[in-house]
């Protein structure tokens, strides 16, 4: 179950696509989303791998 904001970035986000994981940043909100594929590992390695890359990536994003 996703929420309406999740539902909205990835209804109008542009992907970025890695080879293990993909992004998708909405356009003027600055909002985003991770999707990260089983290359990563299992379940516990795939959600660690997501929150590292959240704190990163809000880190250094520009402030909306």
Known sequence: ???PAIQ???RDAEPVHGTRMVLFVAPGSGE???VAGKKVGGA???NRARRVLRV???K???RG
Do not use: K
């Open 56 to 58: 990163a990536i809000r």
């Open 32 to 34: 985003f989303a991770l």
């Open 44 to 46: 516990v390695q795939r």
């Open 60 to 62: 250094v994003a520009p």
């Open 8 to 10: 909205r970035v990835f």
């Open 1 to 3: 179950m996703r929420t």
